[in-house]
């Protein structure tokens, strides 16, 4: 197997995301594209795979030219892309998952593609259900599940984007196996994208860095980090560890807190979150971090307005059904009765999440802002009172595409509103952009900025004088420079006396910057106050249930 790229160039407008990029990959190796966010591995990748089409340049295969501008096109040359996010489908399960992108997969029949799916797993060490639901399975599940969907489409060159995100320690050391296994037996070529240099140096063959759309380094491994650091950002990067800054000063008390999570429901949570301390949140994937942090911020649960109006509807439902049952058609009850549900299924969502709060609150679970308890308040009025929340789909839950940086400051002065001061919100604009470093324009629209840029939007429109924030993986897919740009953006906040609470899946980084680490395992919490003692090894076991 070999894959050859000659002069592969990519243009959008004046920027030149790639710029005559040329290399050789051989088959039975491990390769790794590195560079700093913004160097154009990205559009690289997505013209392996048929997601973007080259402006120039040359794709061979074996020695064969390759005309590749389409996904599909991509598969039927053998090169597959296993994304962040794996493609799958949620409602669905793993063998429908499984069966979806094979060519005429409505005559398979779902007794052969099970016994293919189980003897593919087997080979690779995986251990899926077929039966279960693609929305149960953890981030690493649903890696290994694209992964061999993939290769029943016949791929032979993988490549990868930032795979260790949102996977523990084992379920890494399995991936990783696989691929070498994948590489060194069946001669595939194997391309990993990561920013995580410990990743790289443990499992690949040769480093290619990018830098501004150009390919200006290639290296064998082992290489020196200081080597890729210096090739990935034209310098050394200083490394600075954070001082303990937090008083014994408490501001967040949480008593007898439990929470239903996708994997498990966390039992009687305690925790007290001292002004200006740092709490990293560890566990696998789905073990409750996102949703201990979202009901600390008033997202997900009923307000009191939330729970009055889903009260009106139960007893509105309850009026119409008295109402429309006394029609002689019985399948027009049945249709009308289907319409009502639909139409007030989600307030009925509400009405049980509040009873089962309330079930929760008769367990004297309670949450406490500076000595008041703010359980049952809503996000808006608890940003008002100093907690804000930033979640880890930027541009699902934090920011929109299509607005510019100035419309998004416009939207953070909530007081203002309908009225809009544009002056006003292009100063702040204008002063963001210098203060947080943001390599941007006032009315540059936010889904061009790269992940880095856009974080450090997201923490300029944060209000002043917070009291707490709370980050789910605040430095997702971000290389090493702006990962620390953005670390030190945050700390910077903590010596104001603002207190962090984040969750990530890299273990170095919770070890790095906590004061303190609250593991998530098996519906359990487990506080551990000496991070500085720790090792990534030993949170792993603890994330995996050993004591």
Not at 278 to 283: E, R
Request: aromatic share 6%; with cysteine; proline share 4%.
């Amino acid at each position: 197997m070999r894959l050859e790229i000659h002069n592969i160039s990519k243009s959008f407008g004046p920027l030149k995301a790639n710029d005559h990029i040329s290399f050789t990959f051989e088959g039975g190796r491990i390769y790794a594209i590195l560079g700093e966010n913004g160097a154009g591995k990205s559009t690289l990748m997505k013209i392996l795979s048929g997601y973007q089409s080259a402006s120039s340049g040359q794709i061979i295969i074996d020695g064969k030219s390759a005309q590749i501008n389409s996904p599909h096109h991509a598969i039927a040359h053998g090169i597959g892309m296993l994304y962040q996010d794996p493609l799958d489908f949620a409602p669905l399960t793993v063998l429908e998952n499984y069966i979806e992108g094979k060519p005429f997969n409505f005559l398979m029949r779902r007794r052969e593609a099970e016994a293919d799916l189980l003897a593919r797993c087997k080979i690779l060490g995986f251990n899926l259900n077929p039966h279960a639901m693609v929305e149960s399975l953890t981030v690493g599940e649903r890696q290994q599940l694209e992964i061999v969907r993939l290769l029943s489409l016949g791929v032979s060159i993988l490549i990868l984007d930032e795979p260790t995100t949102g996977i523990s320690a084992e379920q890494k050391s399995q991936l990783f196996q696989t691929l070498k296994n994948l590489a060194r037996e069946q001669n595939m070529i194997v391309i990993l994208v990561s920013h995580k240099l410990a990743d790289v140096e443990e499992l690949c063959d040769e480093v290619l860095v990018l830098r501004r759309g150009k390919l200006v380094g290639h290296r064998f491994l082992p290489c020196e980090t200081e080597i890729l650091v210096e090739m990935m950002f034209g310098k050394r990067l200083s490394q600075t560890s954070p001082q303990p800054l937090y008083t014994n000063k408490p501001i967040l008390k949480i008593h007898k807190l439990s929470i239903p999570a996708r994997l498990f429901t966390i039992q009687n949570i305690n925790l007290e979150v001292r002004e200006g301390e740092v709490i990293g949140l560890a566990g696998l994937d789905g073990s409750g971090q996102v949703e201990f942090m979202r009901v600390i911020a008033g997202i997900g649960r009923p307000t009191w307005a939330d729970q009055l109006t889903a009260m009106i509807a139960l007893a509105g439902m309850w009026w119409v059904f008295g109402k429309i049952l006394d029609e002689s058609s019985a399948v027009l009850n049945l249709a009308r009765i289907a319409i009502l549900i639909l139409i007030l299924g989600p307030m009925l969502k509400t009405l049980y999440l509040y009873i089962r709060q309330r079930a929760n609150n008769a367990q004297n679970a309670q949450i406490m802002l500076n000595g008041k308890n703010i359980g049952w308040r809503g996000y808006r009025d608890l940003l008002e009172r100093g907690i804000a929340y930033l979640a880890a789909g930027r541009l699902e839950e934090g920011l929109v595409a299509g607005l510019t940086l100035v419309d998004h400051s416009a939207l953070a002065e909530r007081s203002s509103l309908p009225h809009v001061n544009w002056v006003r919100a292009w100063h702040r604009t204008k002063q963001a952009i210098t203060d947080f470093s943001i390599k941007g324009r006032p009315f540059s629209q936010i889904q061009t900025l790269s992940g880095g840029n856009q974080q450090r939007v997201s923490l300029s429109l944060l209000p002043a004088n917070l009291r707490l924030i709370l980050l789910e993986n605040p430095t997702r897919g971000l290389d090493v420079e702006s990962a620390g740009h953005i670390w030190s953006l945050l700390l910077n906040r903590r010596k104001k006396g603002t207190a962090i609470i984040f969750s990530s899946p890299d273990l170095d980084e919770i070890i790095d910057y906590s004061d303190r680490i609250l593991v998530f395992s098996s519906g359990q919490t487990t506080l551990v106050e000496n991070p500085e003692q720790m090792t990534t090894a030993r949170l792993g076991e603890l994330i995996g249930g050993k004591s």
